[in-house]
């Protein structure tokens, strides 16, 4: 599970820097923060009604920069509507399919 918000913080700030970048928005740091709420007795199948995944996640980002405050806020909206792991994240309609099929010959 750690891997998945380390791997959003990484998303968001990539995202955060192409953006501004594009937007000749000028970027000195970008921060990225992000905790996730898991109730672990779903994944250990102690209680099959919690959900095995986070319950909830929060995301800070925090920008050194000298832009404008509509600047800034016009990184974040096109930040946020284009980061693919928040849209993952974000997506209960994204199906997944697994297997476990042994293809090794016997």
Do not use: W
């Not at 998303?11 to 970048?21: I, V």
């Not at 000028?26 to 923060?33: G, H, T």
């Not at 986070?54 to 800070?60: I, T, W, Y």
Request: hydrophobic share 40%; aromatic share 4%.
């Amino acid at each position: 599970m750690e891997l998945v918000l380390a791997s959003i913080g990484t998303c968001q700030a990539m995202t955060y820097r192409a953006y501004g970048t594009a937007m000749d928005i000028p970027l000195d740091a970008i921060e990225v923060e992000v905790e996730g709420d898991i109730d672990l007795r779903g994944f250990l199948a102690v209680d099959d009604s919690v959900r095995p995944s986070f319950g909830a996640l929060r995301v800070k980002v925090r920008l050194a920069s000298d832009a404008s405050s509509d600047q800034i806020e016009m990184l974040r909206t096109a930040s946020d509507a284009h980061c693919p792991l928040r849209d993952i994240v974000a997506d209960r309609t994204l199906g997944f399919c697994a297997g476990g099929k042994n293809d090794r010959p016997n």
